[in-house]
């Protein structure tokens, strides 16, 4: 991986989109050390913090749209036998992560494409249970657009306030620590969004019977 590491000590617009792109996929290429470094320099006044947000977020558009395209052709058996072989454990991959992300789609449905997004262990793999799905590719497209903005949005707001406290020889460690207490807080957000949606949804379903 050390052409990786090599590329994101040159961060600029291709490379953040060919970064994120990668991360979309099943290739173990941590936004935060992307899209907040990124952000870092954008407010340093070398690159342009909006053009970090939109080359980040087309990135991860597109390896996401392969995943989704590789699932909704090959299938379950091909998906998992990838998880499951040596290349796809090199990836960090596994059936176990396949499958945890198969049920938070399912449990939550299509707008799982969204808050996946956000959640640690799911974010990069929620577009293969959309694809085995056969969801719709435009509602697919627009909720992962909207999903991985919102990400990107966050990181960037990062990257850009470790810019005003810490020199850039702290700043991997801060994007750990300050990384850290973000997905925390996003899982709870997504939390208690989820038990929302599920309390709704069983209050209708009464409200329906007594009536």
């Known amino acids: 991986m050390n052409w990786i590491t090599s590329l994101l000590s040159n961060l600029n617009y291709p490379t953040i989109f060919f970064l994120m792109m990668l991360e979309s996929t099943v290739i173990p290429v941590p936004s935060e050390l992307v899209v907040s470094p990124a952000a870092y320099h954008a407010a340093a006044g070398n690159i342009n913090i909006w053009l970090v947000i939109l080359f980040s977020t087309l990135g991860a558009d597109l390896g996401a749209t392969i995943n989704y395209v590789v699932a909704y052709y090959v299938g379950r058996p091909v998906i998992y036998r990838f998880a499951n072989s040596r290349l796809g454990h090199l990836c960090l991959l596994n059936q176990q992560k396949v499958e945890k992300s198969e049920k938070y789609f399912y449990d939550h449905g299509m707008i799982a494409t969204i808050t996946g997004r956000l959640v640690p262990g799911i974010r990069h793999l929620i577009s293969i249970p959309a694809g085995l799905s056969k969801m719709h590719y435009g509602w697919f497209l627009l909720y992962t657009t909207l999903g991985a903005g919102v990400w990107n949005c966050i990181l960037a707001a990062l990257g850009w306030y470790l810019h005003s406290i810490v020199g850039e020889d702290q700043l991997n460690d801060k994007i750990a620590e300050y990384g850290d207490y973000i997905k925390y807080f996003i899982v709870g957000v997504v939390c208690i969004v989820a038990?929302?949606?599920?309390?709704?949804?069983?209050?209708?379903?009464?409200?329906k019977v007594d009536d």
């Open 195 to 207: 038990a929302y949606a599920v309390l709704k949804h069983m209050l209708g379903k009464k409200k």
